[in-house]
């Protein structure tokens, strides 16, 4: 049976029971889009480069923001602790840092944003697991069902991510960077921005989704920037030199001012929030906006068939769910009591707390009654 021609009206939903059988195509002949398919692998190889360079990445900086954690609390059981720069194990973690986001910065030029940007769930789970080893931390059921979710959204991410290959040269670049979609989405972006500042600075609101919120419109340009970046070196190294034009070096003047930027709002969000609650908002924020920043800029969804991209979306959102499951009332389990329990004490009985309320006027003495701490002279008397 013949195939409907472009203009019939079965022709949009043979479309997508194509791109659905090529997507489910395993070991068959032909050109298979399976994860199986020898086609699939063949044209997919330099993504799934840059998928295990990021994969790879993510799980060292999670090694790594352990054992810089794990530094500290040697560092701190010392009687006289030396600074942490000076540890040795704290620069371990540093280098390894260091090196996991350079296989991310490889990893966003030779792959789609699309793709690489939601597997930043592998560093947040894979901590899950390197905080067994070196925190001694217990391994939660939800910790093994956020994974499990984490890891089924990475497979379909893979899978069902756009296959488009471009080659990111600074005319490339260029052309992008002055099209109307980008003009269009740049101004909607500066007013948000500008308006969250606002109410952030002059209004004094400090609300989570406000700060984390502006954290991912500067994370949109900073995944955008360090694509043109890796890419343009990238193509400089395989192909014709690319750092030679302006376009270069002004995509590294937005990428380094965009990360410093974020770093600083986000440093202001986990001084006023928890890590448990700062970690999986943002990983939800910023991997939303870099997929916009993809779509938009570089045009990474352009041709794909909407079950494809339905598919792709459940996979983000079961990344998410992994996420919020494995750092789920993490923080809450080690919290230290606001004050010392006398109560605890053999033989001493106690009537108020050591520490009463700072808003009272008795906060920083201790309470009145010469009963409320009974000496063991006292004791014996009273028997």
């Known amino acids: ?78 009687e006289h602790p030396r600074p942490y720069f000076r540890s040795v194990l704290w620069w371990g973690g540093v280098i390894l840092m260091a090196l996991g986001e350079t296989g991310n910065f490889v990893a966003y030029g030779v792959a789609p944003i699309t793709l690489i940007a939601p597997l930043g769930c592998m560093s947040v789970t894979g901590s899950a697991i390197t905080s067994v080893m070196f925190l001694r931390e217990n391994l939660r059921a939800s910790d093994l069902i956020g994974m499990t979710l984490a890891l089924a959204g990475t497979y379909l991410l893979v899978n069902f991510a756009p296959n488009i290959t471009q080659a990111i040269s600074a005319r490339t670049v260029q052309y992008y960077f002055v099209g109307w979609q980008f003009m269009i989405y740049m101004i909607l972006e500066i007013l948000v921005f500008c308006i969250l500042l606002y109410f952030h600075k002059r209004k004094g609101m400090k609300h989570i989704v406000i700060l984390l919120t502006l954290v991912a419109l500067l994370a949109s340009v900073t995944v955008i920037s360090v694509k043109a970046v890796s890419g343009m070196i990238t193509f400089s190294v395989t192909d014709k030199m690319q750092l030679t034009y302006p376009i270069f070096y002004i995509m590294c003047i937005i990428m380094i001012a965009s990360c410093v930027f974020q770093v600083k709002l986000l440093n202001q969000a986990t001084k006023l929030y928890n890590t448990a609650t700062v970690v999986p908002v943002n990983h939800i924020f910023f991997t939303i906006s870099a997929i916009i920043a993809g779509i938009i800029f570089y045009q990474e969804f352009l041709g794909a068939a909407f079950l494809t991209i339905f598919i792709y979306l459940f996979g983000c959102f079961l990344s998410f769910l992994g996420v919020v499951l494995v750092t789920r009332n993490r923080e809450k389990e080690h919290l230290p009591q606001p004050y010392i329990d006398f109560g605890n004490v053999p033989g001493k009985q106690i009537l108020d707390k050591i520490q009463p309320d700072s808003s009272g006027l008795s906060y920083g003495t201790l309470p009145d009654g010469s009963d409320s701490i009974k000496s063991p002279n006292e004791e014996k008397k009273g028997v």
């Open 1 to 78: 049976m013949a195939a409907p021609a472009p203009g019939e009206p079965g022709a949009a939903a043979s479309a997508v029971l194509d791109e659905l059988a090529r997507n489910f195509t395993y070991g068959a002949q032909g050109a298979g889009n399976g994860s199986l398919s020898g086609a699939w692998y063949r044209r997919n190889q330099i993504h799934l480069f840059g998928v295990l360079l990021a994969i790879l990445g993510n799980l060292v900086i999670s090694i790594s923001l352990n054992i810089q954690k794990y530094s500290h609390l040697r560092l701190a059981q010392q």
